[in-house]
């Protein structure tokens, strides 16, 4: 069964810093783009940060960039999202995904989401 889990999340003061991990089971994740997005209540899904599956290369939102990193771990089958700097409107629940390059960029025809989780910034 094709399967990816998302953890880390949780409630984090503004300033603060969470990781985000996506496993995977049932596939090799090397194969495969990887695509991090969140939605916030009452706000469409939005693409947050992906990574390539051959070499590497990552992009990033605008709104995170220069706070977020995405990295992944083969080895593992695992895809991390390092978010520091948070600020309130990161709120939302974040989602993996893995598809093809052009997938994870447009959000579109993915092979694979993951359940979600939540990540909550507030003092």
């Known amino acids: 069964q094709v399967q990816l889990v998302e953890s880390g999340g949780g409630l984090v003061q503004p300033g603060g810093s969470l990781r985000l991990s996506c496993a995977a089971s049932?596939?090799?994740?090397?194969?495969?783009?990887i695509g991090w997005f969140r939605q916030a209540p009452g706000k469409e899904r939005e693409g947050v940060s992906c990574?390539?599956?051959?070499?590497?290369?990552?992009v990033y939102a605008d709104s995170v960039k220069g706070r977020f990193t995405i990295s992944r771990d083969n080895a593992k089958n695992t895809v991390y999202l390092q978010m520091n700097s948070l600020k309130p409107e990161d709120t939302a629940v974040y989602y993996c995904?893995?598809?093809?390059?052009?997938?994870?960029?447009?959000?579109?025809?993915?092979?694979?989401w993951g359940q979600g989780t939540l990540v909550t910034v507030s003092s």
């Open positions: 990574i390539s599956s051959s070499d590497g290369n990552t």
């Open positions: 049932g596939f090799t994740l090397d194969h495969y783009a």
């Open positions: 995904a893995a598809g093809t390059l052009v997938s994870v960029v447009t959000g579109h025809a993915l092979d694979a």
